[in-house]
């Protein structure tokens, strides 16, 4: 059985304040729901431990939008897994489409973080997804199995069990234009199935695999019914409490 875990990542968005009441409208709004979905929000590094107590003991998990793979040292701006752990991370967004295409971070990059934030005992949301002109080229399934046979070399089926999938398809993040359910099922079984391929049957089956692209509360519910849609990765819709506690509430019911 796969409990649905919708995620907010807040970006480069919200201040200290208003971080602060994001965080409580969202714990207040979860409440009646949280023993039947995982949430975490991710908000920006600066905020994390304010709105860790502004989570209180909601349960609502608490994410990091981006993590180093060095313990510690020289590496100006970076923060490391430990560093997240000391102010009550459990989740961390690792190889997020921004952090590929704006940042220009490298499948080899994105392995090494995934692997430090395993070590650490945080559990990475790894994000893969195609840019529109590779779908236009009928690439998609190529790119997303490169991004996910490379960002996950050499981790063993033990250490992929920390692991949720986010598959976000570029062209449909922050647009409003999301996949629709059926191109996005589309693509979470051929992950699955290529998971089976890596590991194992049994570990694809408990695997669980995030779309992310534009989910609103009013597409939540269709594309949390699809088979291996297991949760959403949310960004415009994460800022504002109401909207997101919508989309948690959408995805209650639902179990795979
Ligand atoms: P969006 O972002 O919901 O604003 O499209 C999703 C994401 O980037 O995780």
Known sequence: MRKPFIGGNWKMNTDGKNAVELAKGVAQGCAGVIDKVDVSVCPPFVYLSAVKQALGSSNIGLGAQNVY??????????VSCQML???????????????????????????????????????????VGELLEERKAGKTEQVVKEQIQKGMAGISVEKAKAVTIAYEPVWAIGTGVNATPNQAQEVHLMIRQLIASMYNKDFAAQIRIQYGGSAKPDNAA????????????????SLKADDFTAIVKAAAPVKK
Do not use: W, Y
């Not at 793979?69 to 970076?78: I, R, Y």
């Not at 752990?85 to 490298?106: F, Y």
């Open 85 to 127: 752990k000391d102010v009550g991370c459990k989740d961390v967004l690792i190889g997020h489409s921004e952090r590929r295409h704006v940042i220009k971070e490298t499948d080899a990059l994105i392995n090494k973080k995934l692997i430090a934030a395993i070590e650490a005992s945080l559990l990475p949301i790894f994000c």
């Open 69 to 78: 793979f060095e313990a510690k040292g020289a590496f100006t701006g970076e």
């Open 222 to 237: 269709e594309l949390m019914t699809q088979p291996d849609i297991d949760g959403l990765l949310v960004g415009g819709a």
